[in-house]
């Protein structure tokens, strides 16, 4: 069982950055793929990107390769997102979630644990 809480959201102006922690409880934290989805107002909620066990691979989707980051610390129980270069359309509620199997997987089902999100709204 792994419990996820997110924090770093907020208000940022177009062309800002912010850093999304996202703190994981458990001994196994350094064993599950951990990833980020986001989800806006009336849309369905979509893959940001993910993070091998060991932070050696990692997968983005198109919309964000490029500015965003995500990254791990296994001794802190912790994974990061840094989202640079933002604009209005990465305004969401951003998720952290993971899952024990292998593989960066794309879909939402794929994952077994949620956080409870964490709103970033940028304004332009």
Known sequence: QVQLVESGGGLVQA??????????????????????FRQA??????????????????????????RFTISRDNAKNTV???MNS????????YYCTARAH?????SASEYAYWGQGAQVTVSS
């Open 15 to 36: 062309g800002g950055s912010l850093r999304l922690s996202c703190a994981a409880s458990g001994r196994t934290f350094s064993t599950y793929v951990m990833g980020w």
């Open 41 to 66: 107002p009336g849309k369905e909620r979509k893959f940001v990107a993910a993070i091998s066990w060991s932070g050696g691979s990692t997968r983005y989707a198109d919309s964000v390769k490029g």
């Open 80 to 82: 990061y997102l840094q």
């Open 86 to 93: 933002l604009n209005p359309e990465d305004t969401a509620v």
């Open 102 to 106: 292998y593989g960066l997987a794309l």
